[in-house]
């Protein structure tokens, strides 16, 4: 097997390639560029990479100035400071004009790890769920960041991708291309959806697996497009296991939990359980240390889902007639 | 050369009759829509119909050229001198006007470029027009094309940092297509600026950003079209203080800050008409 890749290394790859087939693509970066793998794209294309120093409202402007003129801007820094330090700016000179920006935004989460709470974003997916007009991807691994920033240079429009800092497995296979707002089924079972996204969904196929020893049937769920949320297959799901359990490296506010919260309240309302960061900040540590301190690991997830079944009244599989 | 002078002269004075109607089409669509900001929106009238009726190279029949000069109005708020503007120049019908402000109007309060034809970016949050202006002058340098960026902003507006981190990126790209117009009328909607958050020197900050500096009556179009022309002679982008008054061409408007964000009564609106030589 392939080991382990960064979902910003699959970025990073995407970015070359869009390079050589489409000379619109443009990349800027906020002097991160070794950390959010642009400078493949500066190495290979230097007059179309434009670094804004550490200016990250500068960054945003000069993206929506070059889309204005017909390029197809890559703007890329830290998550935490594109989203937070420049959010008037993606307001008012990106998603109001609704301008073909695409915002790479590396270092999502709370596994960024020992920097602390300063670098970790984890309300970057509710503030850019919020904006109108705003696309909103949060990739599971390296082959899929790969494929869906191919499919962010396709989307006309303004998009935001959610990048991680640490190497992850690879769960989704190289060549599938990326269908922006499609959720995909990993797996199927009647007793619980479990849906994730980002490093989140690796963590819910291992609690899947533990939930299939103890007799449980979990449906899996890549919720890789946060907005515009495939509500169909998520509500087919809700609707056919009765319980969803969701799962995301961000806060339970405003992210992937409130998101299927919203929809299921009004669609289909089955119980549900939140998982993430718990209206908290993050702090300094290993990412798998902080991980298991936060709740998001396979155990916890299991845990959840033998509570949320338990609360609707058992499991589906043995009551089918 | 005597000719050429008399020339530009006489072009001039058809430039000082343009304004006029400018500044009377932006008291009757305040008058109208009954809020709005009339102070910033004179001051820059001047400069306005100096780019869109002689110096920019644009074609309201052809208003997605490629290689056109392109216009940011950083300062938003002056969208109706904008507005006003770009209807008499023919990018879309006068009779727009006076739907200002209303609800359905595509004429917002603040410029909305989805909506309105030869409006090149959406603005009215303070800050971010010329970091903008900074992305298109990259473009048209990736392009190859000789069009030239202006961005308007406010004087209070470069009070935001945002101005300065765009400032920075141009003179180190070395955007000598790219002219950064100051509308320096010295007041903001709390007072003076000096008073505010002082800005001077001004001119020294912009140079040393690596800006060309040019200091101009803004009111004055022997001044005002040859230093808006000087773009692209120095290796560096211009920046162009535009001295002005505050509610230029209102008597009981000028230099009042009062009159920042409020509209004229009807009573006010004919008034002011009176002195613009309008009915």
């Known amino acids: 097997m392939t080991k382990p890749m960064a979902t910003r290394e699959g970025y990073g790859q995407a970015l070359v390639e869009l390079g050589r087939r489409n000379e619109r693509v443009v990349v800027l970066d906020a002097d991160l560029s070794k950390s959010t793998q642009t400078v493949r794209f500066a190495k290979e294309f230097p007059e179309r990479f434009f670094n804004a120093g550490v200016a990250e409202a500068n960054l945003i402007g000069m993206a929506a100035g070059l889309a204005a003129s017909g390029f197809i801007p890559f703007a890329s820094t830290f998550a935490i400071f594109a989203t937070q330090r420049a959010y008037n700016q993606i307001f008012q000179s990106v998603a109001y004009p609704g301008l073909n920006v695409k915002i790479g935004a590396s270092h999502g989460g709370i596994t960024v790890g020992e920097d602390g709470a300063s670098h970790q974003a984890i309300d970057d997916l509710a503030l850019m769920r919020a904006l109108p007009g705003m696309t909103v991807l949060v990739p599971a691994d390296a082959h899929e960041a790969y494929q869906a920033t191919l499919a962010a240079a396709e989307w006309e429009g303004p998009v935001y991708i959610r990048l991680g800092r640490p190497a992850v497995p690879l769960i989704t296979p190289p060549d599938q291309p990326f269908t922006i707002g499609r959720i995909q089924v990993l797996r199927e079972g009647d007793d619980v959806t479990l849906a994730a996204c980002g490093h989140m969904v690796k963590v819910a196929l291992e609690a899947a697996e533990e939930l299939e020893r103890r007799g449980y049937k979990a449906a899996v769920l890549n919720v890789s497009t946060l907005k515009p949320l495939d509500q169909e297959t998520l509500l087919h799901w809700a609707s056919r296991t009765g319980a969803v359990v969701t799962v995301e490296e961000h806060s339970i506010i405003g992210g992937l939990g409130s998101a299927v919260a919203e929809v299921l309240s009004e669609e289909c309302p089955v119980p549900l359980i939140r998982l993430g960061v718990r209206d908290t900040f993050g702090q300094s540590g290993k990412p798998q240390e902080l991980l298991h301190h936060y709740g998001l690991t396979a155990d916890n997830v299991v845990e959840a889902a033998e509570k949320i079944i338990k609360r609707k009244g058992g499991k589906n599989g043995q009551s089918d007639t | ?279």
């Open chain 2, 1 to 279: 050369m005597l000719l050429a002078k008399l020339n530009a002269s006489g072009e001039y004075r058809e430039l000082e009759r343009k304004a006029s109607l400018i500044r009377q089409h932006v008291i009757r669509m305040l008058m109208h829509a009954g809020s709005g900001h009339p102070g910033g929106s004179l001051s820059a009238v001047d400069i306005l119909t100096a780019l869109y009726f002689r110096v920019m190279r644009i074609d309201p029949e052809n208003p997605q050229d490629p290689d056109r000069d392109r216009f940011v109005l950083s300062k938003g708020h002056a969208a109706p001198a904008l507005y006003a503007v770009l209807a008499e120049r023919g990018f879309f019908p006068v009779s727009w006007l006076e739907s200002l402000r209303r609800l359905g109007s595509p004429l917002q309060g603040h410029p909305d470029m989805r909506k309105v034809p030869g409006v090149e970016m959406s603005t009215g949050s303070l800050g971010q027009g010329l970091s903008v202006g900074v992305g298109m002058a990259l473009a048209a340098k990736l392009r190859g094309s000789g069009c030239r960026v202006f961005v308007l902003l406010g004087d209070g507006e470069c009070q935001e940092g945002q101005v300065w981190e765009a400032a920075m990126a141009a003179g180190h790209y070395r955007l000598n297509n790219l002219v950064a117009i100051v509308d320096r009328n010295r007041l903001q909607i709390d007072g003076e600026t000096e008073k505010v958050m002082a800005l001077e020197p001004l001119a020294a900050k912009w140079r040393a950003f690596n800006w060309s500096v040019i200091e101009i009556d803004g009111h004055n179009f022997e001044e005002i079209v040859p230093a808006l022309e000087r773009v692209g002679y120095a290796q560096k982008p211009t920046a162009i203080i535009a001295h002005t008054v505050k509610g230029k061409g209102v008597s009981f408007m000028e230099n009042q800050v009062d009159w920042h964000g409020v509209a004229p009564t009807k009573e006010q609106g004919l008034q002011a008409l009176k002195e613009l030589g309008g009915r």
